[in-house]
């Protein structure tokens, strides 16, 4: 292993380390206001450098997540500038899922028909080397604008489908839901490049979380919409270990307890039978938690390490978010802890 590749193991394992952990978020429960949960995160966990010179008593809910999503960003970036001998794809991978987490953001906006002016998280660094204009981005307040923004990028080719007019609603599940494929595709692409034994580990995390995906996708259809099996079938991202045969019995199922039978007798699906769920959109993270959480104490492949601190990462980002809504809407605080995954 390679000075640089040891570096990126130790650095995402360290990273892991200093993790949220139960009793941290016993004491985050218990807060009963933003501001008390900022402090706690100041002042007892590894968020210390998150918030800058932000004032507990200013802060509120959005500059709250943005300053924590900033930060995660900010955590992967150091990673990522290691990585080169770990395999420059992965880089990328992350770099444009960055981008398009920035994207979905900027068309919720522009859907939303809000006047907002757009704080992007990602590092000074990363947008130097970007495709995407974002000083063009930064103002667009149309459907045009935000075209323009991304005409260089790779991104573009998505859009070419979607001659919308201003004012139009934009597709952002459609649209989102291609943009993750693509990225996928790099994804597995350079997995595809990697070690035999880091190939393995890897898509053995990738399949099993895009099947959950598919699976998660397959019973909200089922069960909230009219939409037939073919139909279905056309949603799920062409990726994951379950056969096309299986797919189709889920989206054949009659109704959404026939869909958990058929995956409970699937490989990936008997993981289910692990976890405690309170319900059925938790499974995924769940699933995605625990095989991410064993690359970190079991493997000593760079690329699989750096990969799953990134995944446990964004989940513990989530969790705070949840806690930061629940405290918000004054949720009962043991609803909020069946929301969490840890």
Do not use: W
């Not at 002042?43 to 998150?50: E, L």
């Not at 053995?204 to 089922?222: A, Q, S, W």
């Not at 279905?232 to 958990?260: Q, T, W, Y």
Request: charged share 30%; net charge neutral; proline share 3%.
């Amino acid at each position: 292993m390679s000075e640089v590749s040891y570096a990126v193991l130790t650095k995402a394992k360290a990273k892991y380390g200093k993790r949220l952990k139960k009793d941290d978020y016993k004491h985050l429960l218990e807060c009963d206001s933003i501001s008390e949960i900022m402090t706690y995160l100041k002042t007892n966990t590894h968020y210390i450098k998150a918030f800058g010179e932000a004032n507990e008593r200013d802060v509120h809910r959005g500059l709250f997540e943005f300053l924590l999503r900033q930060h995660i960003t900010y955590e992967f970036d150091t990673i990522c500038r290691y990585e080169l001998t770990v395999g420059e794809h992965f880089s990328k991978y992350v770099v444009h899922q960055t981008e398009i987490n920035e994207i979905i953001r900027v068309l919720t906006i522009l859907n939303s028909d809000k006047e907002k002016r757009f704080s992007f998280t990602i590092p000074a660094h990363m947008v130097k080397n970007t495709s995407i204009n974002f000083d063009i981005l930064e103002k667009a307040s149309t459907y045009d604008e935000f075209l323009q923004a991304l005409s260089k990028s790779p991104f573009a080719t998505v859009f070419k489908d979607y001659k919308l007019k201003n004012g139009e609603p934009i597709p952002i599940n459609e649209i989102e839901d291609k943009l993750y494929t693509n990225l996928y595709k790099e994804l597995f692409d350079a997995i595809n490049m990697t070690s035999s034994e880091e190939k393995t580990e890897l898509l053995d995390l990738y399949n099993t979380i895009i099947d959950y995906e598919n699976f998660l996708r397959i019973v909200r259809l089922k069960k909230y919409y009219k939409v037939s099996p073919s139909q279905i079938m056309d949603m799920l991202l062409p990726f994951g270990s379950l056969s096309k045969r299986k797919l189709e019995d889920m989206c054949n199922a009659e109704n959404s307890s026939a869909v958990f039978s058929i995956m409970g007798n699937t490989k990936p699906g008997k993981i289910i039978d692990k976890i405690e769920y309170s319900y059925t959109g938790s499974i995924p993270s769940k699933v995605k938690y625990l095989k991410a959480r064993k690359n970190m104490y079991l493997s000593d492949n760079p690329a699989t390490v750096m990969m799953s601190y990134i995944i446990l990462a964004e989940i513990e980002l989530m969790n705070l978010i949840c806690i930061i809504e629940g405290v918000r809407y004054k949720v009962d605080k043991n609803r909020i802890e069946q929301l969490l995954t840890y």
